[in-house]
């Protein structure tokens, strides 16, 4: 009685548990989307950041001296 | 890649500052080499000592507090100057290559930073922090899995 129990519970998770239909590959291939992806994540600098780091540099250029001064708090 | 976050914050923070330190050998080599009267030594302490163990204990802070805050890591790195430079000051002016005089102050006995530029190099201290941590600090961040 026991075994035909489990044997019961087997059959009603192999129908509940059924393999999708068609083939288990995908449709198309995926490695291209990947590439994408990895594209889209390359840093975008925006302006602001870009006038920063020019208001920096222009420091530097014409007050060469604050440059230890920088480096001793880096 | 989830265990130890708190260390990895901590080696993504001082990577930068560390970077660093090869460069400031030169100026020791340069004054034992030519007996440069600039006191070297001295100005070597905090950079070398105290700003990487901050960049790394900073990066922790904001790995621990992001959950709740959300903070860029470019805005809680600008926040940092506001903590170092008054250290670095104090410990320069008590190590003797930091002096103020009456129309600015002298870094190092040879750089002399005028009053008017001190508010300037201040912001753009805050500038540089912002974009090294948005950038740099940012990006050791995601490499090692923690941001």
């Avoid at chain 2, 974009?131 to 490499?143: A, D, E, H, M, Q």
Wanted: aromatic share 14%; charged share 10%.
């Amino acid at each position: 009685m026991k075994t035909h129990d489990e044997e019961r519970v087997k059959e009603l998770l192999r129908q509940a548990l059924e393999p999708g239909e068609g083939s288990p590959e995908p449709s198309h291939d995926l490695w291209p989307a990947v590439l994408k992806r990895l594209d889209e994540r390359h840093v975008q600098v925006p302006w602001f950041d870009w006038a920063l780091l020019a208001g920096l540099v222009g420091l530097a250029a014409f007050f060469p001296a604050s440059i230890p001064v920088f480096l001793y708090y880096l | 890649m989830n265990t130890h976050k708190h260390l990895r914050a901590y080696l993504a923070g001082i990577f930068l500052p560390t970077l660093v330190l090869p460069l400031l050998l030169i100026f020791v080599v340069v004054r034992l080499a030519y007996h440069v009267p600039i006191p070297v030594e001295q100005m070597l302490i905090f950079p070398m000592a105290v700003v990487p163990l901050l960049w790394g204990l900073w990066n922790m802070l904001w790995l621990c507090s992001y959950p709740h805050l959300h903070q860029p890591i470019g805005l809680h790195g600008a926040v940092l100057p506001l903590l170092l430079m008054p250290m670095g000051a104090t410990l320069a002016s008590s190590l003797g290559v930091f002096a103020i005089g009456s129309h600015g102050v002298v870094w190092f006995g040879l750089c002399f930073v005028p009053y008017t530029l001190i508010a300037p190099m201040f912001l753009a201290a805050l500038a540089g922090y912002y974009l090294v941590w948005k950038y740099v600090v940012g990006f050791l961040n995601r490499v090692l899995g923690i941001a």
